[in-house]
């Protein structure tokens, strides 16, 4: 049976940006569905009581200077959004708006137009500028993205997450194990690829 | 001129036993000194008003889980200490009263005790047990370990880790370059490699 294995990410999240640049380099060669799931980071975070790192403190600073380290390392753009984090529930509706391909061509606009142009992917007409490079129709897709369904939708995939464990992003979830972070890529590779161990 | 990497780490962080199991796998073939520096993570995580990942959070139970599976994909034992964490202060004390290879023969057997075994190394029977084990002198080692300067040395590397940006453990540090977790040895070692990037 062909496995499954979900992605959850928030668009305000600079490690998912690193790991949907990685990602199809690590499973390439594995008989898996990636089924991208972006998630509301901020629902989980309150619900745990948690804070995004912050610069000024000890792991702030090391996730700031690493962000770029990692960025570094894969060759992609990097450019801080002026406002970050910033919200992604605009980009993550618009995506549940998209049919399959189209919203994971999305979602990769997205991530590079927030964190390899630093641009405000919190601003509509940014979002609207978007969807047409990725050949959507525009005014279909944001009129979807406001309906009841798809803001349900997007509640709904964010409330699986956390009842799959996620507590940060990126997170993997692959027959009910979560691996956490865009480094740990590789051991949902493995765990793919064994069938667990 | 011959590299360096430090490898911070508290006795009492289980991702700490998993990175000395794997550590001299992924460094093999570099030309790089390792050094060995305990230090006390409990004086690091009052500076920054941390706590310990407590299992019953999303987090802890997250953390617990993927320390099995680390464990597991490595081939080690695992038996959780019956308190954990625990106090690593004297086994530290007893790693800078030792000679540089006793003292990495004797980190590794208190991980192994501690992890492996589940015992209790803050217990001084059982680190005494330990220092025999690797051969070293019982009595002039625990002499040693109270003296004031091999209280202050302990100190001094836990300051000094700081000083590095240092906020959790394993840390990884080379030419100014801190790399945070048992995942992040491949960047480390990619890193001395490179030369950096």
Known sequence: MRKKLTFYFDFSSAYSYVAQARMDAVFAGLDVDILWRPILLGIIFRENGWTPVAPGTAKGDYTFH?????VR????????PETFPF??????????????????????AVFHAAFGEGRDVANP??????????GADVAAATERSGLDAVKAWLREETTAAMAAGVF???????DGELFWGADR?????????????
């Open 73 to 80: 390392k894969e060759g992609l753009p990097l450019r801080w």
């Open 168 to 174: 940060g992003a990126p997170s993997f979830v692959t």
């Open 125 to 134: 007409d940014v979002l609207a500028e978007l969807l047409a490079a990725v």
């Open 185 to 197: 890529m590789e051991d949902a590779r493995d765990w793919l690829a064994r069938g667990g161990w």
């Open 66 to 70: 690493d962000v770029e380290r990692c």
């Open 87 to 108: 919200n992604g529930m605009l980009a993550a509706r618009l995506f549940y708006a998209l049919e399959d391909e189209q919203a994971v061509a999305f979602a990769r």
